[in-house]
């Protein structure tokens, strides 16, 4: 897996050692760096559509759809 160094500020480094474990530090900022994208890659998603909508006769139509059965 590769390594990243990144330097905090003291406050940041403080905080970040008040809500996790020492042990458990590399898994906390992993996961914050992959919502982090992900909210990004979602964040983008929703510009492209505000900047060009699905037309109404690309949109499906659900008027008539037949009745889920599980």
């Given amino acids: 897996m590769p390594s990243l160094l990144v330097r905090l500020e003291e406050s940041t480094y403080r905080a970040l050692n008040s809500v ?3 042990r458990r530090r590399a898994e906390f900022v992993r ?4 919502r982090a994208i992900r909210e990004e890659e ?8 505000e900047l060009q909508p699905d037309s ?6 659900w008027s008539n759809c037949e009745e889920y059965k599980p």
């Fill in 42 to 49: 979602e964040a983008r998603t929703r510009r492209a559509y």
């Fill in 56 to 61: 109404e006769s690309e949109a499906d139509d």
């Fill in 31 to 34: 996961g914050a760096i992959v």
């Fill in 20 to 22: 996790t474990q020492k």
